[in-house]
DNA sequence: TGCGGCTATTG
DNA sequence: CACAATAGCCGCAG
């Protein structure tokens, strides 16, 4: 069968937009396609291109085993639409963070994860045990994947990629099922949906980066620690002039790592500087009590551009293209949220500037207000609070409500979703649980059962995994400590996980309408999105970013009274967007009566 | 060599 | 310095 010769076998068995079509590819061999009833290998030299007609003719949902399979199509510079990402929706379903075939398939089918096989042995023809058939046969008498098809012997040949695809098919029904099945949670299959197109949206920004210009970024490199060194003698001996700076006014005669915290504390008090740690929070009030204080600050400073955001980082990350590539993960961490290393979540806001757009594009910049307490109105179905959303400053008409000012209605709010007890904020709380009886009893009914080492899910659906605390060497009960931390974090699960898939509808929406325009997502933060666009398309994007938001919170929460918004702005560079989120915080928290 | 602690950065 | 994350270096255990 030709390339397009998948496409006429789809379009004569009646396959129709959005369905699901199972995808196995590789490269080097060809795809396959399966649907419910039929499937179909191809040998081809480009199997990407393959993928490309069918999505142009049909546009099916691709099922896919993980998002290695987008991608590869994100690198051969194909685009699909919809997905339904088998690791994704095991993650979902699960709480686990491993979604390895293996484990995929076994959960799918209702095998128990312990009795995964091991991994293949090295002569695939010396297996012996409760293994069966020759290897083409890719499930095991016990219902188990074969080791060496998980491990990749499904790549071997169209053949193979066939089967491989008919698995993915099944798995994908088993999945549906079970989502289907989440009780309390009817929208988990929706929240799988739009998950597997952040799986899509990752692997294009993994592939294609986020414009950067190198020569701005490496003069803010050069600004802390100063012209790139020609050789690593150079290097060093501009280590140990930054190190002289700070050591000139220690005691003399003490050798003193600068990167040892509990040796800078011992040369501090030598000095007669005596602090619990060196953060440099603490040390910024101590900065006129002695020179050394405010050297060893700049010290600090350049010292982290030096190892983590350095020359050697600008090499590692940013290409000949001017694009800055990290690798971006769709589900990290307990609670869902988007994660991204290379230093993308976490750059130094004093990197922005450099952040700036291609010729003819502007970055379309948008970010949600006050996002979490807003998910929590709507989560928790508690209407006070989602009155308090429809103001444009939820914090302002919390306080009023409270008979607070703004910034102790803030602590408040934060503290409650957090699981603060102690503190100034406590006779906010008291207010808030009085205002608010309804969000704060959500949030005490999730610590209490992550306290107790229940699992919960989010509003979406998404397993949270605590599981009964291990049992400890000596008997003795679990620390309170660790309780309590366990039952914080679930408190603040809920909300993050609820927030983080809001965010993500929010995002998969705008790919999907944005594309036309040329809009492409390069940053994604949390709550925030940094579109890169053409500079004709600004306007009309800003806009999309607007409804794309109305209408991902409409979908994830049918009929919510609660109102989200998005500040928007267009920007030559990251670092242009005003911070206008929120007004200032007029009277400090050391400063309330 | 692996891992907990400390520190810094982001939301 | 509550909740989450990535990332680097130090110091210590194995």
Redesign the pocket.
Known sequence: MSDTGVLDALLESGVARGELVALALDPGVGLALATATRSWAVASADPCGAVALVERGIGPRWVLWSNDTAETLARAGVRVARAFDLACAHRILEGTWAADPARVWAAANGLDAGTLPSVAPPDLFSSVGDDDGDGDEPVRRDGHLRPEWAAGAWRASPERLRRWSVLAQHAAAEQIAALGAISGRPAALATARAESAVELLCAEMTVDGLPMDRVVAEGIVAGFVGPRPRDEAAAAEERARRDAAVLRHATPGFDV?L???????AMLRRLGID?V????????ELEDTHPVVREL?AW??A??V????GY??LD?HLGADERFR??W?GS????G?M????????????FRPAVVAEPGHVFVRA??GQ?EPRVLAAVSHDAALARATLQGDLYAAVASELGVDRATA???V????????T?H?ADALRRMRRAYPVAMDYLDRAEHAAAAGRDLRTYGGRLVRFGPPPPRDDGTPEPRASV??????G???VV?GAAAELFKRWAVTLRARGADLGAQIVLC????LLVHTPLEQAAPVASLLDSCLQDAAERWAPGTPTRFVADVSVVARWSDAK?ASAPPDRSP?SGAP
Do not use: C, F, I
Not at 259 to 265: A, F, M, Y
């Open positions: 790592d990167r040892s915290s509990t040796q800078v504390r602090v740690d060196t953060r440099a929070a603490r040390l910024r600050l600090r400073r010292e982290r030096a190892t983590t955001y050697a980082w590692e990290g690798s993960s990290d961490g307990a609670a949220r994660t991204a290393s290379g230093g993308l979540h976490n750059m130094p806001a004093e970010d949600l996002v803030k602590v408040a934060l503290g409650a979703m957090y699981g603060q007890t503190g904020g309590a931390a366990r039952g914080r974090y408190r603040n699960a993050q933060l949390h709550d925030e911070d928290a």
